[in-house]
């Protein structure tokens, strides 16, 4: 019998969140609009995808090894605080630039993600004639999602996504001009603290998702995913 041997990994979960997100988003485009599966399906892939947001934000903050002290203020923070204190720790005169159209999406995407958590009445303008009636959905002013989340549906759910991963390949290969590998290496990290060196898992998309997925517009190209 072989000797038992433990071997200790941490998981950060952006592979399942993206999975999630992704396959979620596939799922309501294949049922008609106007059903409750089909909304309930975009809106999980909203989810998933803007939890990629805060997610990767935390990720960087955890590879700077701040002490825990350090560490648990800067946790306080919003999400697009945490990147501009990753970008000004790391590298001399860089910040995100407010008014940027890439700041302004991450402004956009964290108001979404706070419209789920942070309860409150939306008031929805029914215009009748006979027996139907319609309501005008108010929209965003960058991705021109709904910005109520009982109105979500696939295309919503495909410019949230595509507005995520822009952001993301924003920050990542434009501010940090970090190569695809160094990101997998921070965000697929297998190690405590992570490092542009250790150990990581690499995941693997389907050829037609990835194809799918470029024709919706959704960039992944800032990540090596296999």
């Known amino acids: 019998m072989e000797d038992e041997r433990i071997e200790v990994c941490y998981e950060r979960n952006f592979d399942t969140l993206l999975f999630d997100s992704i396959l979620t988003l596939m799922q309501s485009r294949e049922i008609p609009e106007y059903g409750e599966i089909h909304q309930t399906l975009a809106r999980s892939s909203v989810l998933s995808s803007l939890l990629l947001l805060e997610m990767s934000a935390n990720t960087c903050i955890e590879s700077l ?7 648990g203020e800067i946790d306080r923070l919003p999400i697009a605080a945490k990147f501009d204190f990753y970008l000004r720790t790391n ?13 302004e999406t991450l402004r956009e995407l964290k108001a979404l993600r706070d419209s789920f958590v942070h309860l409150k009445p939306y008031q929805v303008e029914w215009r009748y ?24 549906n696939a295309d919503d759910a495909i410019k949230i996504m595509t507005g995520v991963h822009d952001f993301l390949g924003y920050f990542f290969r434009v501010k940090c001009k970090y190569s695809a590998d160094r990101v997998a290496a921070i965000l697929f990290s297998e190690d ?5 060196d250790g150990a990581r898992l690499i995941p693997v998309l389907s050829r037609s998702t ?8 959704v960039d992944l190209n800032y990540i090596r995913i296999m």
């Open 210 to 217: 990835k194809t799918e997925l470029r024709s919706l517009g």
């Open 91 to 103: 590298f001399r005169n860089k910040s995100l630039e407010r008014g940027n159209t890439n700041f």
């Open 192 to 196: 405590k603290i992570p490092t542009k």
């Open 129 to 152: 004639q006979g027996d139907n009636g319609s309501a005008e959905v108010e929209r965003t002013k960058c991705l021109q999602v709904a910005k109520n989340p009982r109105s979500l």
């Open 65 to 71: 090894n701040l002490g825990r002290a350090v560490f």
